[in-house]
């Protein structure tokens, strides 16, 4: 009788695990959706092109990002016009440093224009 | 027989199923083949169902009193109490090993019912390792331990449960502490997964925490409730007794509590990458290695490894995972290497670093401890075992240490701060902890090590409070709300923090049941005749009653206890029954203690002797602030589950 309830037992679980080879039943192929950890590296990497090096706080010397206008560890005012002046004069993307041409719709840079 | 006949059979299919799991989804995803993933999907749910089966047989064959199995025969009786068959299933070797392939089976079955969602890359490989781990198990329980093997003969009557195992608290902790090490299995394999495929960012941390925070939690709480079971039923008066038993299931909390403490750093500043893998296997690795030396007797002689080549498998697998990650953590150096760099000496990263390299170490001199015997029998032939003091000296300051970071760490900036800012963040501090010490001494306290930790204590809480009222003050002022609705609302926005901050407040409640029982346990030893008074430790003792018998040739237990009435101050608190009791299937008496605790300290009654004209001899303890070690343990699981409660959904 132990033998008989085994094999039963070894068929029924065989064919649960081997139904998904069956033809016609494989899964459609996954679309690789964006992960947790793609977001948050994108996050990372939008934060790091915002805290440009050489942002300091003039009082403290405390790091500080673009668009700040409080230092956060000793409160004192940050200067503001060497932050928001980098945009594209035609259609307002920001720009980096030294960009001679918008990365977005190609007017030229004048660096007079900018400043 | 039948049924064990079916139970040795689910374990061997489990065996086939989880090995065909490990196969096809590894295979699965590395030649994309999702159908073989699936089909390793479903293995997983049938290794979790044919081991329940394995399990409900055992129990089965245990409750049917089948003694033709050798596992019944050896732990269960006729005469043992239905509730301790139960724990009788984790008794022995057999049948713990089969407690912690059913426990990963179904943690892994419920991992693999949930849809995919950051997982999706890593799922087919944390698969893979899992099942490995399950067909380990399997194939143990099928070559070495077979729960269900069978008795050339039947005998008539069981060995029984060994009388110590015969308590409510052994019921439940052997299970908290396999639910705690099957769910280590689960960080442990996506550590494996997020090498294999490079994704080695904070992605493999932040989706396991909740497995991450409940197996470090349940360990916790399976070693308290170990502790207390210890208090009760060996009746020496302590709870922890740094045996062999008790390490090996502390060591593997230590290295995950660094382990859970890490995890915070590269999740903020994305640094320890390497570590946290490093960590998250190490801890496996030990847990693995606790099972065995619970329960193989390695550490009381290297021969057990002649007795049985189990060591040799247990050694070999704990080995076998160690090398496949160290080899992966090698080939994937430049995905290991995060962005954040190690800032200043006084930063919060840094810290962090130490507290790391603290718990590290702690649980390396624990290992050290543990296996000393076993080395000095392998180098000169003699087991010589290290006293409770020697652990003392060196867990005592370095837990100090740790819990004075608790108070120190949350006040440190990330990346740096400066010597005056940390002062002058500290001074209440400090403040704090001085006037307890000079309050204690005022008050007679002359342990100067007693004195510090309470200080530590004291300023560690102070740091908590003085967070928490900053946090909830910020709440009061910008948003107006009272001071009830500000702490509900600070608390549940940021339950990471604040469950955290319960948590180390519950270490607190702990450190301090350990010093008070450690620092001022007082011992009498009274013997007294029927009707005779006594006054030990503030309390009056009068010996009221006993029971004496003498166990007969087919007795199961005969109880023997005697009955004492307990005054303080001429009012009467209560009436203790502590019970000497003589069991077949042991040599000598077995004691059961009597205890009355209230929150300032426990009255502990041991009956050490009892005449049959009612001579008695008690050992009569009187421990200090015990009970707030099991207040801590109930508030450790609070602050978990605060850390851990999933947030309220967000619309989208």
């Not at chain 2, 689960?186 to 932040?206: C, E, M, N, S």
Request: overall charge neutral; hydrophobic content about 50%.
């Amino acid at each position: 009788v132990g033998i008989a309830i085994f094999f039963l037992l070894a068929l029924i679980v065989a064919g649960f695990i081997l139904y998904p080879l069956l033809p016609g039943r494989a899964p459609a192929p996954e679309v690789l959706a964006v992960t947790d950890g793609a977001i948050e590296q994108a996050v990372r990497d939008m934060r790091r092109s915002r805290s440009r090096p050489g942002l300091n706080c003039p009082a403290c010397g405390k790091g500080y990002q673009v668009g700040d206008h409080f230092c956060v560890r000793c409160g004192s005012a940050l200067p503001q016009a060497a932050s928001p002046g980098l945009v594209c004069p035609s259609c307002s993307t920001t720009l980096e440093e030294g960009d001679r041409f918008c990365a977005k719709c190609g007017h030229q840079v004048d660096s007079a224009e900018v400043a | 027989l039948v049924l064990s006949d079916i139970g040795y059979g689910a374990l061997l299919l489990t065996l086939v199923a989880a090995l065909w799991a490990a196969v096809g989804s590894g295979v699965g995803a590395w030649r994309r083949r999702p159908e073989l993933v699936a089909s390793a999907r479903n293995a997983l749910l049938v290794t979790a169902g044919l081991s329940t089966l394995s399990a409900i047989l055992l129990l089965v064959l245990l409750y049917s009193h089948d003694f033709e199995v050798s596992y019944v025969y050896e732990h269960v009786s006729t005469y043992l109490k239905p509730a301790y068959v139960l724990a009788a299933f984790w008794a022995g070797l057999e049948g713990s090993q089969l407690l912690w392939l059913w426990m990963l089976a179904i943690f892994t079955g419920l991992l693999v019912l949930r849809r995919p969602t950051w997982d999706r890359e890593l799922r087919p490989y944390a698969m893979a390792a899992l099942a490995l781990t399950q067909a380990f198990f399997a194939l143990l329980l099928i070559v070495f331990t077979n729960p269900f093997e069978l008795l050339p003969t039947i005998p008539a009557e069981g060995v029984s449960l060994n009388p110590l195992l015969q308590n409510f608290w052994m019921i439940i902790h052997p299970p908290i502490i396999f639910v705690a090490y099957a769910l280590w299995t689960i960080p442990f394999a996506y550590a494996f997964a997020a090498l294999v495929t490079g994704r080695l960012d904070a992605g493999w941390l932040h989706g396991t925490r909740r497995w991450t925070l409940a197996a470090w939690a349940t360990l916790g709480i399976g070693i308290l409730v170990g502790a207390w079971w210890a208090y009760l039923e060996l009746g020496w008066g302590g709870y922890w007794g740094w045996d062999p038993v008790e390490n090996s299931s502390l060591i593997p909390w230590l290295v995950g509590t660094a382990f859970v403490h890490s995890t915070i750093i590269q999740q903020r500043r994305d640094m320890f990458r390497a570590w946290n893998v490093l960590l998250a296997t190490l801890t496996f690795v030990l847990t693995v290695f606790a099972t065995f030396v619970t329960r193989s007797g390695l550490i009381q002689s290297v021969h057990a490894f002649a007795q049985s080549p189990i060591g040799w498998y247990y050694l070999g697998y704990m080995l076998l995972s160690l090398v496949v990650v160290i080899g992966l953590t090698l080939a994937r150096q430049r995905e290991l290497s995060g962005e954040g760099q190690l800032g200043d000496l006084l930063s919060r990263e840094f810290v962090f670093l130490v507290t790391n390299l603290l718990f590290l170490g702690s649980a390396a001199a624990v290992l050290l401890g543990t296996l000393w015997p076993t080395f000095t029998e392998a180098v000169r032939g003699v087991a010589t075992s290290l006293g409770p003091e020697n652990y003392d000296r060196f867990m005592g300051p370095l837990g100090l240490l740790l819990i004075l970071l608790i108070g120190i760490c949350p006040l440190i900036d990330w990346r740096e701060i400066s010597g005056r800012q940390l002062l002058g963040k500290l001074w209440v501090q400090v403040v704090v902890a001085f006037l307890t010490a000079v309050l204690l001494v005022v008050f007679g306290v002359r342990e100067a090590w007693a004195v510090v930790s309470f200080a530590v204590t004291a300023f560690v809480a102070a740091t908590i409070v003085l967070q928490m009222a900053l946090g909830i003050r910020a709440r009061m002022r910008t948003a107006k709300e009272n001071v009830v609705v500000a702490t509900g609302r600070a608390v549940s926005m940021n339950r990471r923090r604040y469950g955290g901050q319960l948590i180390h407040f519950s270490i607190l409640l702990i450190v301090i049941g350990i010093t008070g029982s450690k620092a001022y346990q007082n011992e009498w030893q009274v013997p007294l005749a029927v009707a005779e008074s006594i006054e030990v430790g503030g309390y009056t003792l009068t010996y009221q009653d006993y029971t004496y018998q003498e166990l007969e040739d087919d007795g199961a237990k005969v109880r023997n206890q005697a009955v004492l009435d307990v005054y303080r101050g001429g009012r009467k608190l209560v009436t203790v029954r502590p019970e000497r009791n003589l069991h077949s299937n042991v040599q000598g008496a077995v004691t059961e203690v009597a205890l009355h605790s209230n929150l300032k300290e426990d009255l502990y009654v041991i009956l050490a002797g009892l005449d049959p004209d009612g001579l008695a001899a008690f050992q009569v303890i009187v421990n200090p602030l015990v009970i707030w070690l099991w207040i801590g343990g109930a508030v450790l699981i609070a602050g978990t589950l605060i850390a851990a409660w999933p947030p309220r959904r967000r619309r989208r």
